[in-house]
């Protein structure tokens, strides 16, 4: 077998049975499973570094860490692949109901809260280093979107209100695509594939933002009538759900030049709601149990 081949296969399975074991040592020791993770790779990576175990001859353990070398993790791999599924389960196991009920609180904390968040960090930052304020503006966007995985795990464990979790994750869910649409139009600011301006930076984002809802929106109406077709195989269910994660995803950034969150976070909630529906008692499950840690 060629290896480099072989190496990504013992890399690979190797870490995904490392991860795996990871869940009930984490429910074990009451640590949320991400956290944990995180520690765990942080460890791997300081092993290899400072004993230098990828470079000795301890047969598969050495191979093991020299492995992680021919992984190449590229931006386009983590915005094709990772993301849009990690973008759908979250939205998918929100309660929508209660989304849509305090969806005003939620777009003004995502949206317009992260504008502000954005205008004053990038402001500090651009009046004591001398970059180009479209610059600065690009750093806030990125120091401006959320991650409310501790900040859930925290507030399940203090028995905080349902109420206050679904607000910290629909905001997360449009911050998290208001940064990514406002990033990318101010990178092109940047590196001047558009328009230094900003009113016409504001109408392009109102246009990819809208854009992305109404693909997401459409993809998941006709998913869900094609799934309601299938007979209640499960399999297939579940299999066309994520399948339209990664379509609404590529057909919004790649074809249509719209927020491929935005469609992927509205194709997920329509499918929460009116979807429903169409999957089965056991293919909801089975979907459920999936996106599950």
Known sequence: ?????WLTVLGLFGLMTISVLVLPLSRKIKMPYTV??????IIIGLADNWLGISQSDTGIVSEFFSSFDSFELTSGIIFFIFLPVLIFEASLAIDVRKLLSDIRPILFLAVIGLFISTFLIGGAVYTVSGMGFVVCLLLGAILSATDPVAVVAIFKD????KRLAILVEGESLF?????????TILAAMVAGTAQADLGTG?????????????????M??????????????????????IALAFLAFLIAEHYLHVSGVMAVV???LVIGSHGRTSVSGHGWE????????
Not at 1 to 5: L, P, R, Y
Not at 220 to 241: C, D, M, P
């Open 36 to 41: 944990l993770l995180a520690l765990l790779g």
């Open 175 to 183: 911050n998290d695509a208001t940064a990514i649409v406002l990033f």
């Open 158 to 161: 203090l028995g905080a209100p």
């Open 266 to 268: 509205t194709s997920a």
């Open 286 to 293: 089975l979907l459920e149990e999936t996106g599950k840690p």
């Open 220 to 241: 998941a109406r006709v998913f869900s009538w094609v799934i309601g077709k299938v007979g209640g195989i499960a399999l297939v269910e579940v299999s066309l759900t």
């Open 202 to 218: 504001a109408l392009q984002f109102i246009k990819v933002f809208l854009g992305g809802i109404v693909v997401g929106f459409l």
């Open 1 to 5: 077998m060629h290896e480099g081949v």
